[in-house]
Nanobody, 115 residues
Framework: QVQLVESGGGLVQPGGSLRLSCAAS????????MGWYRQAPGKQRELVAT???????NYVDSVKGRFTISRDNAKNTVYLQMNTLKPEDTAVYYC?????????WGQGTQVTVSS
């Protein structure tokens, strides 16, 4: 059974940085495309970034140049480095693991950007 556990969220001032982690278990991590999604209050969940098993990355336009997704297959972990955070980045951030059309989700971690 796939399990994804996110960590690293919190409260940060505008312009600050956070690094989210997602530890995976119950799966062959290296085979999966991993992704980060977010959902702000009253809004739909949106894709933030993905990284394929080959290391190719994709970002939503609003975070390009500020966020970096990476993975460590030896640690079964995917990261999201978030720099120059803005109030509009406030959301619950979810980790996603996808393989052959089947996806699993973590429980989410709250990121709040506020002064």
């Amino acid at each position: 059974q796939v399990q994804l556990v996110e960590s690293g969220g919190g409260l940060v001032q505008p312009g600050g940085s956070l690094r989210l982690s997602c530890a995976a278990s119950g799966m062959i991590f290296s085979l999966y495309t991993m992704g980060w999604y977010r959902q702000a209050p009253g809004k739909q969940r949106e894709l933030v970034a993905t990284i394929t098993r080959g290391g190719s990355t994709n970002y939503v336009d609003s975070v390009k140049g500020r966020f970096t997704i990476s993975r460590d297959n030896a640690k079964n972990t995917v990261y999201l480095q978030m720099n120059t955070l803005k109030p509009e980045d406030t959301a619950v951030y979810y980790c996603n693991a996808e393989f052959r059309g089947f996806g699993s989700w973590g429980q989410g971690t709250q990121v709040t950007v506020s002064s």
